[in-house]
């Protein structure tokens, strides 16, 4: 039965920590690990279970090891590293990737854990930190059926939405969609408020409507106010954006897709970065428009 099912989970940040409690409260037998313990240590003390001093370690035994890290090189590090969990997993375990990463490291890893017997799913989300900690994730899955037959009940438990998108590498591609859509949205929302506040409109009441056309979207629903109000405390670090749209120009450059928009919003983030405001979250595009 899926429940009896031995998991390992690695990377108890923002993201991981609430998806990795999500497990233990379904009644999965999670063992956790986090380079920094202090996590590891509040985690176990919240949700029982037991921690892991290294990956490999917190692999041992494990059916499927779940990590959500920072970027690629963290990845590799926590997958073949010093330690790393592919030498602590036994043949036929899974491991499910939730960081957002390159689609070649993805392929890499798969590779690297098909010759030692293993599953590889690159499975990046979508939702944020309420939806890690709501279990309202979107997950988008690159690997094999088999491997994502045995994780998918295990994945359901912090997601609202998972399928599997096609081969290693799918799933973090279809990830570089989400973020290709969202760049030039929130740009085009920002210039929105922008535009009518200097246009002499009150801009609440003037989302307030348009929100109920065809100008709504989720930044509109659910930033518009914050914008307004000049917070930008609110989610996904502008940072982790220029990280991510850095894997997706990568990506265009590799497959010659053209991505004007996505490549100029880039630059945009940079201009945030240099204002302070790397871990503003990001509707703070609005910022470098001025009022
Ligand atoms: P975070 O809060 O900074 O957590 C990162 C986690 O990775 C921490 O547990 C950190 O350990 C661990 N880590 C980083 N590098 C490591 C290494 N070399 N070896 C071992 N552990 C390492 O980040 P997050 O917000 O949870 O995001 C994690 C991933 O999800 C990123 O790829 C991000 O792009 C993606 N994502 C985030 C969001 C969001 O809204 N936050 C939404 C969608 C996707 P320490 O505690 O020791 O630092």
Known sequence: MAQQQKIAFLGLGVMGYPMAGHLATAGYDVCVYNRTTAKADAW??????RLAGTPAAAAQGADLVFACVGND????????????AFSGMSS?????DHTTASALVARELYAVAQVQGLGFLDAPVSGGQAGAENGALTVMVGGDQADYDRAEAAINCFSRAVRLMGDSGAGQLTKMVNQICIAGLVQGL??????????GLDPEAVIEV????AAQSWQMENRYK???EDQFDFGFAVDWMRKDLGIVLDAAR???????????????YADVQQLGGGRWDTSSLLKRLKH
Not at 73 to 84: I, M, N, P, W
Not at 92 to 96: L, N, S, T
Not at 210 to 213: A, L, M, R, T
């Open 73 to 84: 090189e963290d990845l590799r590090q926590v997958c073949v590293g010093a330690q790393g």
């Open 190 to 199: 920002s210039e929105g408020i922008h535009f009518a506040k200097r246009a």
């Open 254 to 268: 590799d497959n010659g897709a053209q991505l004007p928009v996505t490549a100029l919003v880039d630059q945009f």
């Open 44 to 49: 176990v003390e919240q949700h029982g279970g």
């Open 210 to 213: 348009i929100s109920k056309g």
């Open 226 to 228: 914050t914008m307004i």
């Open 92 to 96: 036929g375990a899974v491991f499910v």
